[in-house]
């Protein structure tokens, strides 16, 4: 395997709406790239990108797979990305270690809720993109549809740089409007294109798309626009080059055209991304802080890498993969972990093929490989020379938004299951595990139900381990609207020393989102300062227990203005008790609710379906926030609380015939109507009732 310069690399993050076709664009270009002796697709697993049980089974991609091809003295790397909202942030994790961006859409669809989503996330990594308009052989699809569609969304510059010949199953070719030339493509599913003359029936059109793109590229050079002014047009030799730096400064988004599963315009879309995506070299670093502590001249000679993903595979143990960001890395080389403040040797060097590898001895600035079994690395790591050190900055990622409470369907799996999900938590930062103090249940985090069920399956899949799933847990919280002024007093004489602990408190609300203060009034020594955090730490022990139905209680304020002690008997012990103590007191008198999430939400659909979708969110005690009006579609903005929201997936299918999809993230916590919440607290108590009883 030949070693490969920056300025011959390009590496292309494939992005779109969920089944608008990025793995069978990737497989497309795999195979016109020589990778594989038949075109991959997705419905008989043979991708090479969706390599998972769980991405064959259920044809969608989870993560991100990574390939490539060797095109003349080009390398392109594929990051092929999730496009499912619950997975998207894979997508946006991606983008970090990519120069360049291609949009996919459907050409039947056109712009759908996250192509909008990873546009913004374009937007922030201020990455070049190529819009693609995908699966122009189905039926209804339309190129000048779509087109429009992407136009009304991101604006005039995206453009388009081809032209297909015929509509839906009579699709025979393309126009390239910038070279001004034309192609058929033959039948045979190859994606081999035969030369042609432009057909008479799309010389106009391809015409004024060609001056289209000389306008546009002229727009942005004053010399250029002289130019067009007095010839007419622009001459090639201005153009190409013009046009490719236009599209590196995001000022013109190309729009090519394609059916990947006909490998229709893969040759192309590989000829545009070599042409006109900048290299590793060209683009702005998105990784690198501006505080870079290296000289200039160290910056390019020394070796800095960022682990971006991670892989938990039963077999090869964990395996990393990186981005070279400066310098060369070699097989064998070790490097240390500045996150960990260790070292590291990265042994076996290879360059990701989906779930193969292709051992290499060295990687070069910009290029992307894996290694296995790093000891301590994970997924937002820099590891780099131990003479210059930097530290790249990992991407925040969202909280989870559900919780399912798990339990083994093995007596004795308890610590397997532990070890396999710390294993799949360290690729999937979106998850989170842990434990409920008071019932002892593991509870397992994630963004979606869809997403934990696909946690549980790699469960029994990768490590062999079952586990039940039990209703999800909505994350309710406790809080107060009165205030209170009580005592706490823990006396107990048992032989020997006894225990004395007393405190009086004065306890208020804190508006929402404030969590928790303590106020220190103690003057005089009526309690010692040694035991005053006692008294905050039993406080705050009691609050996480809840009081109405065992939820964290928060925004409130405690003042500990008063107390007495005993010189012998007093002790931490004693006054955290006594700390309790007057919190259950102060519980009591100052009117405690119970809070649950509402979270922010966004319905689309076609404008056809608006009026049962509101009815149906105002069933589910929503709030209607507005609607937005979208080439096509409609956007229903609500508040809605998270409990009335969990079964909402299959009801939005079910009543758009599936055609419509919706985003949600959490907004803020609101009081539960009293009739809502004397069901939650009695389900609590009898959940509490079980638990002791099974004691």
Known sequence: ??????????NV????????GKTSIVAACLYAGGIGNRLGK????????????EEIERKISISTGIAFIEQGKTKINFLDTPGKGIFIQDARNSMRVADAVLILLDAVSGVEVQTEKVFEYSEEFNLPIVFVINKLDRENADFERAVTSVQQHFGRTAIPVQQPVGKEKQLSGLIDLINFKACQYSQDGEGKSIPCEIPDSHKDTAQKGHDAIVEMVAEGDDQLMEQFFDQGTITKEDLIPTFKQAVSERKIFPIFASSALLNFGSYDLIGGIIDYFPSPKDSVPKLTDEDDPRKEGEKEKTISTYIFKTLADPFAGRLSYLKVVSGILKNDATLTNYNKENSERLAHLSIPQGKSAVEVTELHPGDIGVVAKLKDSVTGNTLGDKAHPIKYKNLDFPEPLITFAIAPKSRGDEDKISNALNKILEEDPTLKFGR????????????????????????????????????????????????????????????????????KIRIEPLPRGEQFQFVNEIFGGSIPRNYIPAVEKGILESAARGYLAGYPVVDFRVTLYDGSYHDVDSSELAFKIAGSLAFKKGMEQASPVLLEP????????PESYSGDLMGDLNSRRGRVQGMDSRPGMQVIKARVPMAEMLSYAPTLTSMTQGRGDYTMEFSHYEI????????????????????????
Do not use: W
């Open 436 to 503: 409920d103090q008071q019932t002892n249940e593991m509870l397992l985090s994630g963004m979606g139900q869809l997403h934990i069920e696909i946690i549980v399956s790699r469960l029994k899949n990768r490590f062999g381990v079952e586990v039940g799933l039990k209703p999800p847990k909505i994350p309710y919280r406790e809080t107060i609207r009165g205030k209170a002024d009580v005592q706490g007093k823990h006396k107990k004489q048992s032989g020997g020393h006894g225990q004395y602990g007393d405190c």
């Open 13 to 20: 993050a494939v992005t779109g709406h969920g089944s608008c």
């Open 42 to 53: 997705v419905d008989d697993g043979t991708a090479v990108t969706d390599f998972d049980n």
């Open 672 to 695: 539960v109507p009293s009739q809502v919440a004397e069901k939650v607290i009695a389900e609590a108590k009898t959940g509490d009732s079980k638990a002791e009883g099974a004691k």
């Open 1 to 10: 395997m030949k070693v490969y310069e920056p300025a011959n690399i390009r």
């Open 598 to 605: 509402i979270m922010s939400v966004e319905v689309y659909a």
